[in-house]
């Protein structure tokens, strides 16, 4: 293989990687035979349900559940009085997820039941009986006695003064030292960037709350058998789940196994225990006996989370020659009452500037709590930063594709070199396939008549790093290979991809690869399908058991009898002084009918850099589908607060707005595929890549059709319309 | 669609051998809770009623608050058939009912007397996929799954009423089936795969 001067290498064919294979399991899903967790259903099982706040902020002065626990059925009833057991992943400080450290040091912390509840749906009490309508039943039987608290729903808002303190220590979150400070960075300095400028640019964008709306409901069986329990709940991660739960209930990892088979749908935060997994523990050492806890759609909605909502602030200076002198971003992210994730707002690191600032407040406010959710900080950050950028480029009369190849980064921080570079690549190629130059309007709105078209375009580089993960191989006596990874494939295809690196590596067809996941008994470390790490992190370690494997077969030749040959590895690969990432570009045409206010997209062009492609079927589908939850984004999806009540009023599926098949284009996909040398045959991450461009690129199009910047998401009809007001 | 005769003996070993039992069928086991349920009182009235699944013929006793969708999953065994929503958004639970697609679960299993349903395991024959499965598996048309039974029972509804949609009779037919993982795309070319239509370009939707 030969690097060209971008760091790319001509793929190497290989046998069963890179070829488009139908999943594994395919007909476990078709036929309904897959078992996920809401299907498990155990001997004896008792089912529960949770009484949740009907207040967004509220002290508890009593609760009566004398009547519930007398009713007929019910085995058990818990509240803040007799369950005191901490969520230690239901926030943390600074948001730090995955760092036992820092949710030992946490102050501001979640129970499973908290007093005072800070938002509506926070579970109150939750009943265990023989069936789900008795437990629906004793429910309302429960009697609360709330003393309700003022509340505060907005983020830039709950910073005031005079706000509701949603905690002691007031409602800016605190950091990983539990400080109550801004994040902040900074490179150059913003002063000299904008005396240095020709010309500078001022604006303000929002986004919405997002939620992740998985099709699988919340839900946990959770069994003790003497000391040791079982737990099957829907989790892209069974082994910090696993974790998560020893730690939080006080037992060694040994005596906490967690099975996720099967899980429907994930798209973000779910690598690690959930407080249904607690609920459902804890009613289960009660009573005895196996509880399985069910959420109901609305429930998810406001007891699960969504991507938080900004606000952001941008400052941009430019010289005479068109090039970045000072970009600035201050930003405010709604938390919800608790700290789940980082708050984090991505962006700035798609321009080439030498001086950057960077001041995020993550704030709590009185709303359902907010986590991640498939690509956590990037597409309200691509979002606004693209759309100040492509708003510069108009006002400064250069054609926004070649403001953004002039002004986007090079170097990783404008210092550190990318494994490769095919920014420009996905850009300039994916112009010429999109027809920017026909699809684009030089005037923005220059359309005759109501129905208007026109063409965005964005672009993203996104990290590909790598990290620690385990796999083992396992060869018999009949040729046969078992392959054991603690994947529990989402849905992004993770066990066929794992069975094919791994058939690759081995130089044998697929056929001969069993795959073991999703059971913590049965697994070794993964690290949990969040952050699209699994393709090249436990991939890695895919490659390099097969590796081991064959040494031993080459040493100790092929096993024989009731023999196995086992290889077990848990590699920590890093990447020595570069920056690894994937690159892509998004190609909207918008048509908007001005008078009706609604858009359409009529094409859409998603270009992606992502390594070599593992399983082209799979891939592509996780970039259309991503491309559209981001179109979902752009014109659809918000958690619409009652601001008198506090109440939530768009849960649910109808209340969210999610696209449906009338609503959703073709997304063309094409993948430009090199191999920087690193990862599983060069493989880098895809599952949140396709979600990252979509706002941007449809905004930019509807300005392009309309002439109408569009600042706040969602782009709904109402928002169209009144623009044209 | 006919009656498959293979399903003849079947109904007649049932009505042979089931008594009175809350809930029963000759090629159901008797489930565990439903022994713990009747420790308890019940609290509900219950309604006996003649229920057909998948050529399958049930005597049940229901409680008269229990949905479609509960008396498959959690009394027959049935769980190919998802809950999404349990309140008419999603159609994670769409099955057919004398050969329409209904939610589960907004059917009152009392409703259900005398009726006819199909369910996601009732599609493959005797070991042999569906053509709309094999499309499904083909064309990558479950991401996550758990749409996945009520999109192929909606898409079989369909076919069965229209051997040669177009694009666009696909997706109206089958508004009504959520897809999170927003697989639309893939899921349109399954359905048209496994059908008789010519293969022709497709059209995308996207209106906001």
Known sequence: MSQDANGSSTLSPLTTAGKSTPRIDSVERVTGKARYSWDVKLPGMLYARVLRSPHPHARIRSIDVSKAASMPGVKAVITHENARVVWGAGSIAGGGQYNDELKKITKQRRYIFNNPVKFVGEPVAAVAATDRHAAEQALLAIVVDYEPLAFVLDPEEALKPEAEKIWPEGNLSLNVRNEAVPNVSRRGSIEAGVAAAAKTFEDRYSTAFNHNAQMEPRCCVAHWEGDKLTVYTPTGGIVNCRDDMARDLGIPRDRVRVICQYMGGNFGNKNQNQDADLIAATLAKMTSAPVKLEFSRKEDFVGMHGRWPTVQYYTVGVDARGSLTALKMRAYSGMGPYRKNSGGIAGLELYACPNVESTLYPVYTNRTVSGNYRGPSDPQGFYGVQSMMDDVAYKLGIDPLEFAIQNMSRKFRDEVPYTNYSLEDCLRQGAARFGWRERWRREPGSDAGPIKRGAGVSFMIFRASLGRSSAIIHLNAQGRYTLFVGVTDVGGGAKTTMGMIAAEALGVPLSQVDVVWGDTERCPYSVGESGSRTTMMTGGAVVEAARALKQQLAEKGAPTGDNVLIASTSPSPTIDGKSRNVFGAHFVEAEVDVEMGRIRITKYLAMHECGRIINPLTAKDQIRGAALQGIGMALREDMIYDRRTGHPVTTGYYGARHLTYLDAPEIDVEFIEVDDGYGPFGAKTVGESGIILGPAAVANAIFNATGKRMRDLPITRDKMLGAFA | ?208
């Open chain 2, 1 to 208: 669609m006919a009656e498959d005769p293979t399903l003849q003996v079947s109904r007649r070993s049932f009505l042979g051998t089931t008594g009175a039992v809350v809930v029963g069928a000759a090629t159901v086991p008797t489930l565990p809770d439903t022994a713990a349920a009747a420790a308890d009182p019940p609290t509900a009235p219950r309604t006996r009623i003649v229920l057909t699944v998948n050529g399958t013929e049930h005597r049940l006793e229901v409680e008269d608050r229990w949905t479609l969708v509960e008396v498959l999953r959690d009394h027959l065994d049935l769980t190919g058939t998802k809950v999404g929503c349990d309140r008419g958004e999603c159609g994670a639970c769409t099955v057919l009912v004398d050969d329409a697609p209904v939610y589960a679960c907004s059917q009152l299993a009392v409703w259900m007397d005398g009726r006819r349903v199909r369910t996601v395991e009732g599609l493959a024959r005797n070991g042999v996929l569906d053509p709309l499965q094999e499309a499904f598996i083909a064309h990558n048309a479950a991401q996550c799954g758990f749409c996945t039974s009520g999109q192929l029972m909606s898409a079989k509804a369909l076919l069965e009423r229209t051997a040669t949609p177009t694009t666009d009779e696909v997706r109206r037919s089958m508004v009504g089936n959520l897809c999170r993982c927003a697989n639309y795309n893939a899921l349109v070319e399954a359905v048209m795969a496994a059908s008789r239509a010519p293969r022709a370009a497709t059209s995308g939707g996207g209106a906001a």
